[in-house]
Every structure is written in C-alpha cells, then in structure tokens.
C-alpha cells in the first residue's frame, strides 16, 4: 500500500458540478497538504493541516474547500470552478514536531489531474 | 522575490557528462533543504535532503551554502534515466516552498 493515496486519479468536470478530491495517508503523518500544479509554474501551496488544524490558506478562493475529519484524510472540495483550475493537485504529508518545527521531508500522492470545461 | 529561484533550464547533456544545478533562496531563516526529482506527469519524490556539512548519495552530491543562501546538486556520471525536473525545495516550519525545478535531458 502506497503512502499517500489520492482519489481519484483523473477528473474532467463542469463549471457548475461539485466534486470532491480525497486523500490518504498510511505513513502516520501528523501533517497534510494541497498543493496545485499547473503547467510551467512551480506547485502553488493552497492549504496546510497540523494535528487535523487547518494552520494555512495560501489566499485560495472559496470555490476550493478543503476538509480533514482526522490526521489520516484530507478532501478538497471543488464548487463551481473555472477553466484555470484546470491542474493537477498533489496531496501531501510530514511529520511535523509539536510547536511546528518541520522535521522531515513531504511525500507526495500521484495526484489528481483535474480538468474544468 | 521568490523564496526560490532556479534555472529553469534545459540542461542538455551527453551521457557521463556532470551536471550542476544552483538554488537560491531569500529566507535567511529556512531550516530544512531538499532536492526532489519530478518526471513527466509525476509527483514530485524525494532524491536527498540537503545538510550544512553537505552530503552524497552515489552520484550525487550536495551542499549548502547558508552565509550565500544557496544550495547546489551535483551529478556525476549521468545516465539516461536521469532526465527528469529537479525541484529545489525548502522546509520552515510546516511550511515547503518549491523552485520552478531545473529540467536536464540525458543524451545517448
């Protein structure tokens, strides 16, 4: 079983549809992330969750809503999005020191390639 | 000013060839330095962390410089499989903040 699993792999939606993204992680990681990666620009950091405690909005619109029930899940929920979301959107996990202190490296899912017509 | 700037590159180089690729970054305070190694259509994966006494993996070499603010990646030997996108990254807190990535294609 991989680390970090992310579902699903491949998404095409419409502009007015909601869908959801889901991950998971299997490496008892205290820490997740959503990152967006779009052609040509570095991945764009959306969203960081501690200890099931969202700690960071990178200034992403409300269209994007993350979501973690416990350190294990995080979801990103998609409503009404537009053509330039269109990209791929890695998940992510660490093991964070209480207090903050980044200890170890991301490990990153396949990610999820979205498509908005 | 970026956190993270790189070459973006391409690096095209012969197979056996060494290759450098250079990284700065504008945070004084960064605690934690990495090189990861993303292919075509992948996630991005870990190739080796980056220490102030610098440190080697094989073929691989790299070092810090923390009073210049940059960290470098040095590949010895290149082979065809090396061909990917290197991503220069640094880790505050819980915080990662990635470089556009240098691109190197290998040649036969």
């Known amino acids: 079983e991989t680390g970090v699993t992310q579902t699903p792999r491949h998404l095409v939606m419409g502009m007015t549809n909601k869908k959801s993204l889901k991950c998971e992680q299997h490496?008892?990681?205290?820490?997740m992330y959503w990152y967006k990666q779009s052609a040509k620009k570095p991945l764009e950091l959306m969203f960081v969750?501690?200890?099931?405690?969202?700690?960071e909005n990178n200034s992403v619109p409300s269209r994007f809503s993350p979501e973690c029930p416990n350190s294990s899940h995080l979801f990103l929920h998609l409503h009404t999005l537009q053509p330039e979301d269109s990209a791929l959107y890695l998940c992510?996990?660490?093991?964070?020191?209480?207090?903050?202190?980044?200890?170890?490296?991301?490990?990153f899912g396949e990610g999820s390639r979205l498509t908005v017509l | 000013r970026k956190e993270v700037e790189q070459d973006p590159g391409p690096f095209n180089v012969p197979e056996g060839a060494t290759v450098a690729f250079n990284c700065t970054y504008s945070n004084s305070a960064s605690q934690s330095f990495f090189w990861y190694r993303q292919d075509c259509r992948k996630e991005p994966k870990l190739l080796m962390s980056?220490?102030?006494s610098g440190n080697e993996d094989g073929r691989f070499t790299a070092q810090l410089n923390r009073a210049s603010q940059y960290i470098s990646l040095l590949i010895r030997d290149s082979k065809l499989s090396d061909s990917a996108t290197y991503l220069c990254v640094l880790g505050n807190f819980n915080k990662f903040y990635f470089g556009s990535g240098t691109k190197l294609n290998v040649k036969p």
């Open positions: 992510a996990s660490s093991q964070v020191q209480r207090g903050g202190r980044d200890t170890g490296e991301l490990f």
């Open positions: 980056v220490y102030s």
């Open positions: 490496l008892g990681h205290n820490a």
């Open positions: 969750y501690n200890f099931k405690e969202q700690t």
